[in-house]
């Protein structure tokens, strides 16, 4: 028997559902979008590595959105928006938080310095963010989500397993004008740190079905993907990475013995309380410029990251509430950077003398320049609501598919933000489509799960 909640949710699910062709040319193309995004080179391009990668996951998001759209019953889905059946208000907090966010880009577009540049780039970024509605839509109910899920899966094992053979000494064949990092272990990627970033997500989601898949294949298969990623993340010699995967495996933790359950949160204050010193100048002083560890070891130890964080920290300074535009940061990073070292009256150069900084290399910070911070409050609360939320359901009490989907959800978001205080995933299209997708579908866990589920 089924309560009159759990009644609702069945209606508005199936007032909601797609044709099953329309579900097929959905999922298929997010298939594409992620093998595409993962393993498509073009070795004719100047950017070989990355060009063809965003040209298919466009295209890719262009067509998935059209079959999504095409049969769309808005007054189901703004039912399942507004519906009082759900365990709490936190889906329809966390959808006007990241409506908020979306205000603010096109608020930062209208007021940039340069708009027709801003302009162009925020369509780019419209068109990734088509997949978080694309992750949330009930094509990724069962056998579809199972197989975008084994897509990304198989998408970073692949990279996973090149990158291991080139540090075991395989030259791909492919010609490269100069190497895009540290080691020749980059895969299809082309970065030896994408492909780690990759394996931290596809790490945390192994680590999730390792304890808790319901099959012993599902568990044996998890354990291995962890191994998997583990080694290439300590093969390219990658901390940011390995921190993510840490920090994924801490949550879960937390939510298998619960006497760990403040480790989450604790950590969570102490790196917001650490960011902000590092930010404000006057608890700057008082805190980070009194650890006895000079500049040059600052340097070292975060990659020559300094300035790329001077930069945007003082493009937050110098206009708060709209930056400087979507897509502004590479343009502005050399000239604030400057400005920067001027104040702080120390050089922060960096790592090689002929090159600027094109990202932050630490999204919040990024977003904060780029679009004010308002919208970077607007995604933090967008982002805290999901995580909760996830938390709710990923605890026992909850159905057994639900429960290992959402600590799957959960373990690759925490990964993703972590990695993003030193790298910039969502500017990654594998890695982008890979959180967006874990975000829309994170969303529908919370939007269709019945309060008597929970």
Request: with cysteine; net charge positive.
């Given at each position: 028997?089924?309560?009159?909640?759990?009644?609702?949710?069945?209606?508005?699910?199936?007032?909601?559902?797609?044709?099953?062709?329309?579900?097929?040319?959905?999922?298929?193309?997010?298939?594409?979008?992620?093998?595409?995004?993962?393993?498509?080179?073009?070795?004719?391009?100047?950017?070989?590595?990355?060009?063809?990668?965003?040209?298919?996951?466009?295209?890719?998001?262009?067509?998935?959105?059209?079959?999504?759209?095409?049969?769309?019953?808005?007054?189901?889905?703004?039912?399942?928006?507004?519906?009082?059946?759900?365990?709490?208000?936190?889906?329809?907090?966390?959808?006007?938080?990241?409506?908020?966010?979306?205000?603010?880009?096109?608020?930062?577009?209208?007021?940039?310095?340069?708009?027709?540049?801003?302009?162009?780039?925020?369509?780019?970024?419209?068109?990734?963010?088509?997949?978080?509605?694309?992750?949330?839509?009930?094509?990724?109910?069962?056998?579809?989500?199972?197989?975008?899920?084994?897509?990304?899966?198989?998408?970073?094992?692949?990279?996973?397993?090149?990158?291991?053979?080139?540090?075991?000494?395989?030259?791909?064949?492919?010609?490269?004008?100069?190497?895009?990092?540290?080691?020749?272990?980059?895969?299809?990627?082309?970065?030896?740190?994408?492909?780690a970033l990759s394996c931290a997500l596809m790490a945390a989601a192994g680590?999730?079905?390792?304890?808790?898949?319901?099959?012993?294949?599902?568990?044996?298969?998890?354990?291995?993907?962890?191994?998997?990623?583990?080694?290439?993340?300590?093969?390219?010699?990658?901390?940011?990475?390995?921190?993510?995967?840490?920090?994924?495996?801490?949550?879960?933790?937390?939510?298998?013995?619960?006497?760990?359950?403040?480790?989450?949160?604790?950590?969570?204050?102490?790196?917001?309380?650490?960011?902000?010193?590092?930010?404000?100048?006057?608890?700057?002083?008082?805190?980070?410029?009194?650890?006895?560890?000079?500049?040059?070891?600052?340097?070292?130890?975060?990659?020559?990251?300094?300035?790329?964080?001077?930069?945007?920290?003082?493009?937050?300074?110098?206009?708060?509430?709209?930056?400087?535009?979507?897509?502004?940061?590479?343009?502005?990073?050399?000239?604030?950077?400057?400005?920067?070292?001027?104040?702080?009256?120390?050089?922060?150069?960096?790592?090689?003398?002929?090159?600027?900084?094109?990202?932050?290399?630490?999204?919040?910070?990024?977003?904060?320049?780029?679009?004010?911070?308002?919208?970077?409050?607007?995604?933090?609360?967008?982002?805290?609501?999901?995580?909760?939320?996830?938390?709710?359901?990923?605890?026992?009490?909850?159905?057994?598919?639900?429960?290992?989907?959402?600590?799957?959800?959960?373990?690759?978001?925490?990964?993703?933000?972590?990695?993003?205080?030193?790298?910039?995933?969502?500017?990654?299209?594998?890695?982008?489509i890979v959180l967006l997708l874990a975000c829309g579908r994170a969303w529908?866990?919370?939007?269709?799960?019945?309060?008597?589920?929970?």
């Amino acid at each position: 028997m089924f309560s009159r909640a759990a009644q609702a949710h069945a209606l508005d699910d199936r007032a909601a559902a797609l044709p099953r062709g329309r579900e097929r040319v959905i999922v298929a193309s997010l298939i594409v979008a992620l093998l595409g995004t993962a393993w498509l080179v073009d070795p004719f391009a100047q950017a070989g590595f990355d060009a063809p990668k965003r040209l298919i996951a466009l295209a890719a998001v262009a067509v998935a959105a059209a079959a999504l759209l095409w049969h769309a019953d808005f007054a189901a889905l703004a039912n399942l928006v507004r519906r009082r059946h759900t365990p709490t208000r936190t889906p329809r907090l966390a959808l006007l938080a990241a409506l908020a966010a979306l205000a603010g880009l096109l608020l930062a577009t209208l007021m940039a310095q340069l708009p027709a540049a801003s302009a162009s780039t925020l369509r780019v970024q419209l068109l990734f963010a088509l997949f978080v509605p694309l992750g949330a839509s009930c094509a990724l109910d069962g056998d579809g989500g199972r197989r975008v899920l084994t897509a990304v899966l198989v998408a970073a094992a692949v990279n996973a397993a090149i990158s291991l053979l080139q540090w075991a000494g395989l030259d791909l064949p492919l010609a490269a004008s100069q190497p895009g990092g540290r080691y020749p272990t980059g895969a299809l990627l082309g970065n030896e740190a994408y492909v780690a970033l990759s394996c931290a997500l596809m790490a945390a989601a192994g680590l999730a079905l390792g304890l808790s898949a319901s099959t012993a294949r599902g568990r044996w298969a998890g354990w291995a993907l962890l191994a998997l990623g583990l080694v290439v993340i300590l093969a390219n010699r990658q901390r940011t990475s390995l921190v993510a995967v840490f920090a994924a495996a801490t949550v879960l933790a937390s939510l298998r013995w619960r006497t760990l359950r403040w480790l989450p949160p604790a950590g969570a204050a102490l790196a917001l309380l650490l960011g902000v010193c590092a930010a404000v100048p006057a608890l700057r002083t008082q805190t980070w410029a009194r650890v006895p560890v000079g500049v040059e070891t600052w340097q070292q130890l975060t990659t020559y990251r300094l300035g790329a964080w001077a930069a945007a920290v003082e493009m937050i300074a110098t206009k708060p509430w709209t930056g400087y535009g979507p897509g502004s940061y590479a343009k502005q990073s050399q000239v604030q950077r400057f400005s920067a070292e001027i104040e702080l009256r120390r050089r922060l150069p960096p790592p090689q003398p002929a090159t600027t900084f094109v990202q932050a290399h630490q999204e919040y910070l990024q977003m904060a320049a780029e679009a004010g911070l308002p919208a970077l409050l607007a995604i933090l609360a967008a982002l805290g609501w999901l995580l909760s939320g996830l938390l709710r359901l990923a605890r026992d009490g909850t159905p057994a598919r639900t429960r290992v989907e959402a600590q799957m959800m959960l373990a690759v978001i925490v990964a993703g933000a972590v990695a993003a205080l030193a790298w910039f995933p969502l500017q990654i299209p594998f890695t982008a489509i890979v959180l967006l997708l874990a975000c829309g579908r994170a969303w529908r866990l919370l939007a269709t799960t019945p309060a008597d589920a929970a």
